[in-house]
Nanobody, 116 residues
């Protein structure tokens, strides 16, 4: 599975961005899709996850109510709608796929910078 993210950029506090992650290759075995982020000097952390078979979602407490994860299976694309952005959301955002029988795939990441 190959993953390509896009949609990052520079935005002011309170602004919005929508990230996209297009999956290609052997996508039939995908079980979950997720967004992680890694800020400067920080560990990589889970932002949001969606389970493909039932659409159930999970969010980090820090983004609940501000970020929305979704997928369009017709075009094998994962989205992250980010609203009311804060400086602490500044990070490289990475798309991750967990596929049967137990493989993880990562995208190259897209930079999000929130200026105050």
């Amino acid at each position: 599975v190959q993953l390509v993210e896009s949609g990052g950029g520079l935005v002011q506090v309170g602004g919005s961005l929508r990230l996209s992650c297009v999956a290609s290759g052997s996508t039939n075995g995908i079980a979950t899709m997720a967004w992680f982020r890694q800020g400067p000097g920080d560990e990589r952390e889970l932002v949001a996850r969606i389970t493909t078979h039932d659409g159930s979602t999970q969010y980090a407490d820090s983004v609940k109510g501000r970020f929305t994860i979704s997928e369009d299976k017709a075009v094998n694309t994962l989205y992250l709608q980010m609203d009311n952005l804060k400086p602490e959301d500044t990070a490289v955002y990475l798309c991750k796929v967990h596929a049967w029988p137990g493989f993880d795939y990562w995208g190259q990441g897209t930079q999000v910078t929130v200026s105050s």
